[in-house]
Nanobody, 121 residues
Framework: QVRLRESGGGMVQAGGSLRLTCDAG???????LGWFRQAPGKEREFVAS??????RLTYGDFVKGRFTVSRDRSIMYLQMNSLSAEDTALYVC?????????????????WGRGTQVTVSS
């Protein structure tokens, strides 16, 4: 059973930064990993993904250079800077079906429960 665990969420003021961590478990080092988010009343939104060897990075259009995704084997990070209230959401990590997954949620199989990010304006 693959379990993904997110951490690092919290409350921050607008303009601040947070670093999220996703532990995808020891069997995930050959899989793509990704971040998605969902705010209340909104659809799930793609945030970022990283291929198994970190060579292919994909970001959601709204990121605009503010977030950086990285990984160390099965641990994935999301450094978020210049946060705004619009970034408030539950951030969920997922493991891709293969070594690259991109922005399509259908290409991910295992999902974590998420970590809440709240940005106050």
């Amino acid at each position: 059973q693959v379990r993904l665990r997110e951490s690092g969420g919290g409350m921050v003021q607008a303009g601040g930064s947070l670093r999220l961590t996703c532990d995808a478990g020891p069997t995930s080092s050959d899989n793509a990993l990704g971040w998605f988010r969902q705010a209340p009343g909104k659809e799930r939104e793609f945030v970022a993904s990283i291929s198994w060897n970190s060579e292919r990075l994909t970001y959601g259009d709204f990121v605009k250079g503010r977030f950086t995704v990285s990984r160390d084997r099965s641990i994935m990070y999301l450094q978020m800077n210049s946060l705004s209230a619009e970034d408030t959401a539950l951030y969920v990590c997922a493991r891709g079906l293969s070594s690259f997954a991109g922005r399509d949620p259908a290409r991910y199989r295992y999902w974590g429960r998420g970590t809440q990010v709240t940005v106050s304006s």
